[in-house]
């Protein structure tokens, strides 16, 4: 190499090698859901709270994380410290209870940097009959069913029925108007009708114009005319 040759390093910034780091771990977020307290699965939360609730000590949920691929629950417990590594509280370090629903059983596991240190897992716990996924799957299924079988009884006591067309007592039903009339005596019939209503009309106002005449007036038109 010549003197004269000159190599070029770049040290990428530190807040664009953050955010590579985090579009990194954003990357498998479409794996996995978190929430705070409550999970999509209120039966194993109910478990979960059973075991961080003894001794006087109220435990909870502090923070959920699920794992599709693997169907794990991992819970952050907070309030309670037990650590069954070191048999006792931790005095500032929370811990995670971990349920693995694909094969049934809990663990706990730990915040503690030693027992992290340790890849501390306790050792599993079959879960209850009850908060297994088959448990729940079958639940679900005979609640729908039970559910249909509802519905299908009130449709049977209470059939829909069309309603009933009432007709005016005046009016006549659709065979007559097919069987005995014609639209040429139809329209006739109506203006008769619309004649005599007419006629009734104009002889009530002219009856009620004669009715507002003073009588002073009739009698002097009375002499005029004589």
């Not at 650590?83 to 094969?103: E, T, Y």
């Not at 005979?142 to 509802?150: G, L, N, P, Q, R």
């Not at 009708?193 to 002097?220: Q, R, T």
């Amino acid at each position: 190499f010549s003197d004269t040759l000159r190599i070029l390093t770049c040290d990428i910034p530190q807040n664009k090698r953050k955010r590579a780091e985090y579009f990194n771990r954003t990357s498998t977020s479409v794996e996995t859901i978190e929430g705070f307290q409550c999970s999509p699965y209120p039966e194993v939360d109910q478990f979960v709270l059973s075991l961080v609730n003894r001794n006087d000590i109220k435990g909870g949920i502090r923070r959920w994380n699920y794992f599709f691929p693997e169907e794990l629950l991992v819970y952050d417990i907070c309030k309670y410290r037990w650590c069954d590594n070191i048999g006792r509280a931790h005095r500032s370090n929370n811990i995670m209870i971990v349920v693995d629903l694909k094969n049934e059983v809990w663990y706990q596991k730990c915040h503690d940097p030693v027992c992290k240190a340790e890849n501390f897992k306790s050792d599993c716990f079959p879960l209850p009959a009850e908060v297994t996924l088959l448990f729940l799957l079958k639940e679900e299924e005979e609640f729908t069913a039970d559910e249909a079988d509802e519905i299908s009884k009130i449709e049977t006591k209470n059939p829909h029925k069309p309603p009933t067309r009432k007709l005016l007592p005046c009016a006549s039903s659709d065979t007559d108007w097919d069987n005995g009339s014609d639209d040429a005596s139809f329209l006739e019939a109506t203006e008769d009708v619309e004649l005599a209503e007419a006629a009734e009309n104009s002889l009530l106002s002219y009856n009620s114009v004669v009715d507002e005449i003073p009588d002073e007036l009739i009698i002097e038109a009375t002499r005029e005319v004589n």
